[in-house]
């Protein structure tokens, strides 16, 4: 099985391909603004139109204190601060992505408005009441811990903050098969259904938990995503190896394929803590 380890540390969006892409455009390292990477650093399904998505639910602002769980190379964390002013935390497992998001940040002087550190987002080193919003993208299915995982994010929630987080569900058609495929594949071993996820935010505290099915969306973006990680074969195989390259490529073709079945689909859901 694929750890969530190797998975990330071995992904083909990572800190020298963002910047390549970047510096392929003719910007030198030095004169790079939060924007040019947004082009490149959105490791998500829907890249910044997603993020919009949820910081319009969660009426994200210049006053807002986000923690942004499983944050992977910071390109979430930079773009609420830069476009929304907001003040964040990124935290993330794997410690190379949390090392990456650093260097970017400080790269395009982000850093008194973003900060991240190595963390597990179902058992966070973070005082009860401390912030204001919590978003996450597609990361919550690596998770095994999820009556930990919203029960800490309930914990940690100011009174009056909410939550935003998309992700991959899983419907009754999917088969045993499917199931052990995403877990080798994706570090996913738990794939949960939007009623699942509901059920368990309601179970944390939290009140008005809504979703927005995001699967028919998601379906061209995997198209697309899976022509980018093609794009990326030298560089990927430079990197990580022709096994690496030709496995992800097998995943996302699996994926795509699922979600047009109706196996697999994706969601938006929030809540809040009254």
């Not at 944050?71 to 773009?79: C, E, I, L, P, Q």
């Not at 963390?119 to 999820?146: P, T």
Request: include cysteine; hydrophobic fraction near 40%; glycine fraction near 10%.
């Amino acid at each position: 099985m694929t750890s969530l380890k190797t998975f990330y540390d071995e992904h083909p969006i990572n800190e020298s391909e963002i910047l390549e892409k970047v510096e392929n455009e003719g910007i030198a390292r030095a004169d790079i603004k939060p924007e040019d990477l947004s082009r490149y650093d959105q490791d998500h399904y829907g890249a910044l139109a997603a993020t919009d998505a949820l910081a319009a639910t969660l009426c994200i602002g210049p006053n807002s204190h986000v923690l942004d769980l499983c944050s992977g190379m910071g390109g979430t964390s930079r773009y609420l601060a830069y476009r929304y002013g907001a003040t964040v935390l990124g935290v993330d497992l794997t410690e190379s992505r949390v090392a990456g998001a650093r260097r970017l940040t400080e790269l395009v002087g982000l850093q008194d408005k973003v900060s991240y550190r190595v963390g597990d987002a179902a058992h966070m080193d973070l005082d009860s009441d401390s912030v204001d919003r919590i978003v996450s993208q597609e990361s919550f299915l690596h998770i095994e811990d999820r009556e930990d995982l919203f029960a800490e994010c309930y914990r940690v929630l100011k009174p009056g903050g909410g939550m935003g987080f998309t992700d991959v569900l899983a419907t009754d058609r999917i088969g045993t098969a499917a199931r052990a495929r995403f877990a080798e594949g994706f570090a996913a071993p738990h794939l949960a259904s939007v009623d699942a996820y509901e059920a368990l935010m309601t179970g944390a505290g939290f009140t008005d938990v809504r979703s927005v099915d995001l699967s028919a969306e998601w379906l061209g973006i995997l198209h697309d995503r899976l022509d980018m990680y093609r794009s990326l074969e030298a560089e990927t195989v430079a990197r990580f190896g022709r096994d690496r390259f030709e496995t992800y490529i097998g995943m996302y073709a699996f994926f795509i394929a699922q979600i047009d079945a109706g196996a697999v689909g994706g969601a938006r859901i929030t809540g809040w803590k009254r």
